[in-house]
């Protein structure tokens, strides 16, 4: 009776063990939708963590506030600076479009590659951060009834922050850019260049290493004119991303693991820390190119 | 107190975690000090109701953890906390633990409980950290946050655990 006892145990240890290698081993797989009861929890603690993180973030940020008063003034004088170099770049902003416009009109564009960089920001609100390094993750407050689907880019005012991995109706989930891992059988990897050498420069963001706290961009060409101190920004090739999306700044530049192309450091620009507000980088045609 | 009561109670905690808590630690600390609110009941379960509460528990909150925050893969925490619920309990429901001994599995338990999760990530290849940092950076501080949250709710979660489906006619008596 003992004896059997304890087989019964250790067979329903094997069972309890193999489903759980399933259950795993099938969430892994790239799901574009979720199940009913996921959808339903998902949501469910959507609302309740929603209630929690917004009230938190308003009275930690005003603690912020008091302590950044001092440093006001002197930003003030920054922003007019900005301010007047935006109204004089507006002009030529103006100018280029008009002429963009006719010649696209002149060559017969078709109206899907007119409005192929007519990105539409969509603002969300964080709800709630799980911050384990193991498994970052971010939650906001659009979903899929909003027309959020995965892989969509997010955004904080300051850069890049994470992609879109999971959807359910209301709420999704945001993987941040420190979660890129090159050896990960999950990863991606983000089609990068250089702002102001947009046509001469290209590499891939592949991955970020916690310890230092930089990305890294790999598979640049040893001709590249990438240098040190250069903006890295999304280039939008593979139409998946959005182009033009700040990454960061190069901290240096040095040969690869096998001497052919170049890998670059780079620093993130944005902050992943105690965020509120993102917005979600909605591109017109992803859907269609995604099929 | 009836368990119901206690898992109420629980997901208070655990929504706490992602939100609450987040906003209480300072920036430099959010990417060390991992909380795990609910596991520290979970533990409590173990050791003052017995082994198959705690499996149920940890299970349940564990798979809460892996939904709501799904990345990659479901299943890790709630493994973790299954099995670190279940062993926990099998060590120690027959002995009444005084503090020092409840504090001291806890603290284990949650070791254990984060290096679980990290080597599923590991085998599934879903993550490449160094174990050496991994093991400095994150998951001794939080086995210390874990310990002084363990002892903030000692006296309370104690008894909880302790009196379930005593009814409160019969705590009057006592």
Redesign the interface.
Known sequence: MFNWMRNRRIIVLMIVVVL?VA??????SDRKK?TWP?NF??DA?GV??HW??KP??Y??GFFEDIANLRHLYQENEELRKTAAAYARDKNKYNFIEQENQRLQAALGFTERQKNMYDYRYLIAQV???????????I?INLGSKDGITTDMVVVSIDGLVGIV??VDPFYS?V?PIT?L?E????SKSIAATVKGKELLSFGMVDNYD??TGMLSMSRIAETDPLAEGDTIITSGLGEVFPKGMVIGTVKSRQVGDYGLTHTALIDPAADF??LTEVFVVEVPNAKESAQ | MSLTRIVLIM?LFF??E???F???VP?IW??RL?PHFALAFVLFAALYRGRHTSLFLGFAFGF??D??????????H??AGALVGYLTGLLMERRRSTMLMALTMISLSTFVYDNV??F??QV???????YD??LV??MLPSVFLQLGFSLLIYVPARRWFENIGVKKSEEKEE
Do not use: C
Request: aromatic letters at 18%; charged letters at 15%; a negative charge.
């Open positions: 759980f259950v795993m081993g099938f969430s892994i979720l996921e929890i998902l603690s309740v963590q929690f993180y938190a973030g009275i930690a709800i709630a951060v799980d911050n384990s390094p193991i498994n970052q993750t939650r991995s999971k989930n993987m979660q891992d050896k990960s059988s999950v916690q310890e820390e105690h | 997901l929504y706490a992602g939100t609450i987040y906003w209480l920036d959010t990417n991992v809460l953890q939904i709501v925050f799904y990345d990659k893969i479901l299943g890790a709630a493994f999760v990290f599923i990530y599934f290849r879903l993550n490449h950290l160094d940092w991994a950076s994150f």
